[in-house]
């Protein structure tokens, strides 16, 4: 997460350290072509949506009775992480203002994340606990590509570009389950698990959107959006051997199938050599197309965007069984950074001016409405030899619903059209999380299966945060403009607790149920938008 807030820090502040000097876009009615190369940094967000499911088989009552107990995870997990990279191309123009682009690249990425699992069973009689825990970890370490970028060119200087091509990245995926016996805070036995590694190479389909600008005759900047999907990735490990009991083995295996997906704010600088080749009369003067005049006033735009939440969560749920003055909890802790996306549309009005002929400083209000939401799901089974089992489901949903705020957003001009500018403000938003959990039981001697519901966990509430954020702007005609950028917003961290709470009487009464949840989100949005502007001045 510092990593994210470290890039969002540094792309807020890079407007105010370039240069400006007019661009130099020739108007050709010729089609021409030129090399260009250079280097990027770009923002990692991955979303993988995975179910792992772990399971170990114990032989250790002296009846040889065996205990089966299984975890499954079913969740949308998020990873993030910093990307840096180098790319060069070939960019054929036409007629005017078409252009058309190849380009190959290779990036190496921190993006990284984990997640831990565990059912622990305690018994108060002999203060002995069974813990079953479940870990893994995602890499992606190094990506290459290549693509087809088709343009038009929407003001001097400025290309409006997509992106559709082919990548091949490498995917490093571990999972192990482990098992541990533990009397008076004291470990008696800790057994290895299987372990289940993906270490492979997956090609994809990408897909961009963005923006370009030449800042000079030949430096130019690049923002845009990009989506890789890689289909599925999927393997097994075991069973294997853990330990030998007088009484029979204890064996573990685990399962997993990934499907995942990754998208990138991509922020480019490159270089591409003079047009000393193309006749003066060709060019259409020094910057190709008109010149707007600009001046301070208000503006009002509609926007539209691609949400994505990195959310950690940290939850805890414990069923106990109270029977004759003993208790018997079983606690399912879980800690991820949970995936949640969707899509956000909103309106804004704001005042800008303008200063020195170069400078920009403008006071932003807006508002929006978001689909953006993340499931997941935990179950756990405790099943024995002698026909009873235990199993606890637990289901969450993570929401956001709108957000309101006020932002302060400097820039620089880096053509006479094109305005590179930061966002700083204060955001307000509203979040929904809402969980339940479900269980089935069968405790012999009774014969019947029973099922209930626990108390339902729910977090409803807006939530103020810091906004950060890096865009271009660049004028169509004199009132309309036309904007992209990329924002990441931090709002802290949000928590509730419930329970214990009875939720079920056994035979007769003599065996109580009780359960109880704890649950810890911490957000963080980024969202890509593009947006249309109308400037209220002639």
Not at 80 to 109: D, K, P, Q, R, T
Request: hydrophobic share 35%; aromatic share 14%; with cysteine.
């Amino acid at each position: 997460m510092l990593r994210k807030i470290v890039l969002a820090t540094i792309l807020s502040f890079v407007g105010f350290g370039c240069s400006y000097a007019g661009a130099y876009i020739p108007k050709v009615h010729e089609p021409i072509g030129y090399f260009y190369g250079g280097a990027f940094l770009s923002s990692d967000f991955s979303r993988i949506d995975t179910n792992t499911q772990t399971s170990m088989s114990l032989f250790e009552n002296q009846n040889n009775s065996s205990q089966s107990p299984i975890q499954n995870y079913k969740y949308d997990w998020s990873a993030a992480g910093i990307n840096g990279g180098l790319f060069a191309g070939y960019n054929f123009v036409f007629h005017h203002n078409y252009n058309l682009g190849i380009e190959a690249f290779a990036e190496a990425s921190s993006l990284k994340e984990n997640f831990n699992g565990a059912y622990n069973l305690f018994s108060s009689i002999n203060n002995l606990t069974q813990l079953y825990t479940f870990k893994s970890e995602v890499k992606v370490p190094y990506t290459i590509g290549l693509s087809i970028l088709p343009g038009y060119q929407v003001s001097h200087g400025t290309i409006l570009l997509g992106r559709i091509g082919w990548v091949y990245s490498k995917f490093k995926y571990n999972t192990k389950a482990s098992f541990s016996l533990i009397q008076s805070s004291s470990a008696i036995r800790n057994l290895p698990g299987a372990t289940n590694r993906i270490s492979e190479y997956k090609s994809g389909l990408q897909l961009g959107l963005g923006m370009s600008v030449m800042a000079t005759e030949n430096l130019g900047v690049r923002m845009e959006y990009d989506w890789s999907d890689y289909g599925t990735l999927s393997k097994s490990a075991g069973p294997v051997l853990a330990t030998n009991t007088p009484t029979g083995p204890i064996t573990t295996e685990t399962s997993s199938k990934l499907k995942p997906s990754i998208e990138q704010f991509r922020l480019s600088v490159f270089y591409r050599p003079d047009f000393d080749a193309i006749p003066t009369h060709l060019s259409g003067g020094k910057f190709g197309v008109a010149m707007l005049h600009h001046h301070d006033g208000f503006y009002f735009g509609l926007f539209g965007s691609r949400d994505m939440a990195d959310t950690q969560l940290n939850a805890t749920h414990t069923l106990t069984l109270i029977e004759g003055g003993d208790s018997f909890p079983t606690v399912q802790p879980t800690s991820f950074d949970w995936n949640g996306e969707g899509f956000d549309g909103g309106a804004f009005i704001g005042y800008r001016l303008y200063f020195q002929n170069r400078y920009v400083l403008a006071f932003e209000l807006f508002g929006d409405a978001s689909s953006l939401q993340g499931c997941y799901t935990a179950a756990n089974n405790f099943a024995s030899s002698n026909g009873g089992f235990e199993k606890n489901v637990t289901k969450g949903k993570f929401r956001l619903r709108n957000s309101f705020g006020v932002s302060i957003l400097p820039g620089i001009m880096l053509t006479k059209n094109t305005t590179l500018f930061s966002r700083i403000g204060w955001i307000d938003s509203h979040f929904n999380y809402n969980e339940a959990s479900t269980f089935f039981i069968n405790e012999p001697p009774s014969a019947n299966n029973l099922s209930f519901t626990g108390p339902k966990l729910d977090i409803n509430k807006y939530k103020s945060g810091l906004e950060l954020g890096l865009g271009l702007s660049t004028m169509l005609n004199h009132f309309l403009a036309l904007r992209m950028e990329y924002d990441v917003s931090f709002y802290g961290s949000m928590k509730k607790s419930i329970g214990p709470t009875s939720i079920a009487h056994l035979f007769n009464g003599v065996a109580n149920y009780t359960s109880a949840s704890s649950v810890k989100l911490k957000p963080v949005v980024s969202q890509f938008t593009v947006a249309f502007i109308y400037h209220f001045y002639s």
